[in-house]
C-alpha cells in the first residue's frame, strides 16, 4: 500500500493547520461541487427542456437521494475505521476491510435498487402534483436505481482512500462524471427526445464509469485486499457493520425528511416545486462547503486519534471550524446577493424564479448554524459515535423539521416561506442535540473502540 501516513505530530501553528485541513478538505468539496454540477446541469437541461420535465425532476431527484443515503453511509464507515487504523499504522486491518466492504456495499446497493424499483410507483402516486406525468417519472427513477450499486462502490472506495488522505481520486472521478454525464445527458435529452429518462441514462452511464475508475485506483494504493478469516475478521466486520447502520438511519431520516418536503412544496403547485428544486440546489451549494471541511475534520481527527494525539485533535477542530464558517458564510451571502441571475441559468419561467427569490434570505441564516452543528458532528463521526449524530437526527427531523414545516405550510398558509422557516427550526434543533450529545461525551473527550 502507498504510504502517504501524516506525520505523528501535525504542523504547529493555527495556519499550518488549517492549511492541512484545506489540502483534504478541497478535493472533497470539489468532488460534491462536481455533484451538485451534475445535478445543477440536469436540472437546467431539463428546464430548458420544459417546465413540465423540470418538474419530473424536481420530484424523483429527492427519491434517488434518499436512495443514495442508504448505501453512501457505508463508505463513511469505511473512512472512521481507515483513518484510525491509518493513524495507528495497522495496515492490515485495512486490506481486509478494502475487500470485504465494496463486496458488501455492492450487495448492499443492489438489494436497495430493487426495493426501490418495487416502491417508487407508490410513492410517487401520492407525492406527484395533478397533472405531472407519473409514468416518466417513475422511468426515470428506474433507470437511476440501475446505478445504485455502482454509487454504494463508489462510496466505500472514497472512504478507503480519504482515510489516508487521499482525497484527490475522488475528485477527478468526480470532475470525469460530471463531463461524461453532460455529454450523454444532452444528447439523450435533446437528440433522442428523452426528456427526463435520457437524464437518468446519461447519469447512470457516468456513475458506472466513475465507479470502476476508482476502483482502479484503489487497487494501485492498497493492492488486492485478502479474504476474511478467523473471528477477529468477522469482528472488524461487526464493528463496520455497528458504525454504519446508525449513520444509515440517519441518512434515511435527513433524507426521507427532504422527499417530505418536496412532496409539501409539490402539493403548493409546480411553479413551488420547481421553486424548492432551485433552492435545493442554492442549500447544496452551500452545504459543499460545510460537508467537505466536516469530511476533512472527520479524518484528521481519526487519525489524531488513532495515534493517540489528543493536541492535535483539538487543533484540527479550531481549524477546521474557521474554514468552514468563513467559506459556507460567503457562499451564502453571495447566492443571495445574486439571487435571481442564479436561478435564471435554471428556469426561463419568471414565476418559478420570483419564487425561489422570495425564501433565499434563508440561506444566510442556515449557513452558520449548519456549520456549528456539523463540526460537533464530525468529531462524533471521528470517534466512531454515529449513534449519537443519529439521535440528533432523528430528534430534529421527527420532532421539529416535519411538524413545523406541517404546521406553517397547512396551517399557517405561508407557503414556501414556510417551508424554509420550518427547515430553519429544524437545524438549530439538530445543532443543539449534537452539541449536547458531545457535552455527554465528557466534553468531547469520546471514548469509542477502534
Known sequence: MTDTRPPLVPDLGFGGRMRQVAAIAVPIILTSATTVVVGATDTALLGHHSSETLGVAALVIPLWIFSTALVMPWGSATQVFVARWHGARDEESIRVLAR????????????????????????????????LDRGEATAMMWVLLCALPFTAATGHLRGLLAGVGDTGAAARVALLVAVLNLSVSSVLIFGADLGAVGSGIGSSIAIAVGAAVLYTRARSVFGRGRRSRGGTDRALLRSWVAVAVPDVVFGVVSYGSEVAVAAVAASLGTVSLAAHRMMSISISLVWMFVYGTAAAMAILIGQRIGADDRDGRLAFVRAGTALMLSCAGTTAVLLAVAAKPFFGIFATDSAMIAAAAAVVWSLPVLAPIMAIGTVYAAQLRAAADTRGVMYASLFSTLCVTLPVVWMLTEVCHLGLVGVYCGLIAGWVARTAATYLRYRQTTAGEVDCPA
Not at 111 to 117: D, E, M, Q, R, T
Open 100 to 131: 470485504a466492504g465494496l463486496v458488501g456495499a455492492v450487495v448492499i446497493g443492489a438489494g436497495f435498487a430493487v426495493l426501490g424499483a418495487m416502491v417508487t410507483p407508490v410513492i410517487l402516486a401520492w407525492t406527484a402534483p395533478v397533472g
